[in-house]
Antibody, heavy 119, light 107 residues
Framework: QVQLQESGPRLVKPSQTLSLTCSVS??????????WSWLRQHPGKGLEWIGY???????YYNPSLKSRVTISADASKRQFSLKVSSVTAADTAVYYC???????????WGQGTLVTVSS | EIVLTQSPATLSLSPGERATLSCRAS??????LAWYQQKPGQAPRLLIY???NRATGIPARFSGSGSGTDFTLTISSLEPEDFAVYYC?????????FGGGTKVEIK
């Protein structure tokens, strides 16, 4: 059974870079068979897809965030990562990592981690 | 970008009643339409994918239907554990977008 666990700083200062890592157990990131995703949810609000990495290298990003977002994978560590640069308070959210066999929907989610942007 | 509009925002029903949730797209959506359930403090849970296919382990009381721009999630008889927020989601041009959600609350 695949398990996903987000980790990283819970508090980030404005203008800095938010960095999160998703540790994967029960599946291989390098197998090329899955889409490894990041999504977020602003407090009390709906869901926003950030992007995903596929086949250990191909990435797809939400155009609204593309200029500030990088998703990468480290198969040897069974991890994939999210970086969001130049953060503002609007980037305060619960961040989820997730996995799917297809790019169309998201069957498996981590528990999520709240990241607050504040000085 | 395809915008998904869910209605109603809140649905107040009693256990045992039928729930009908609507998701309308700003333009025609392919078959890549999914529904999720989210409870407070938890990650979303996939219920339905490809408009009408139940995800693994989802009870038969959940069903999805629709085409084009209008889609529906139906819960045939509400169980106590079904009171939650429900989101629809679509994919087009390598962009996933979600609706704003419908909260199903106990009347």
């Amino acid at each position: 059974q695949v398990q996903l666990q987000e980790s990283g700083p819970r508090l980030v200062k404005p203008s800095q870079t938010l960095s999160l890592t998703c540790s994967v157990s029960g599946a291989s990131i390098s197998s090329g068979a899955y889409y490894w995703s990041w999504l977020r949810q602003h407090p009390g609000k709906g869901l926003e897809w950030i992007g995903y990495i596929y086949n250990s290298g191909s990435t797809y990003y939400n155009p609204s965030l593309k200029s500030r977002v990088t998703i990468s994978a480290d198969a040897s560590k069974r991890q994939f990562s999210l970086k969001v640069s130049s953060v503002t308070a609007a980037d305060t959210a619960v961040y989820y990592c997730a996995r799917g066999r297809r790019p169309d929907y998201v069957p498996y989610w981590g528990q999520g981690t709240l990241v607050t942007v504040s000085s | 970008e395809i915008v998904l509009t869910q209605s109603p925002a809140t649905l107040s029903l009693s256990p045992g009643e039928r729930a009908t949730l609507s998701c309308r797209a700003s333009q025609s959506v392919s078959s890549y339409l999914a529904w999720y359930q989210q409870k407070p403090g938890q990650a979303p849970r996939l219920l339905i994918y490809d408009v009408s296919n139940r995800a693994t382990g989802i009870p038969a009381r959940f069903s999805g239907s629709g085409s084009g721009t209008d889609f529906t999630l139906t819960i045939s008889s509400l169980e106590p554990e079904d009171f939650a927020v429900y989101y629809c989601q679509q994919r087009s041009n390598w962009l996933l977008t979600f609706g704003g959600g419908t909260k199903v609350e106990i009347k």
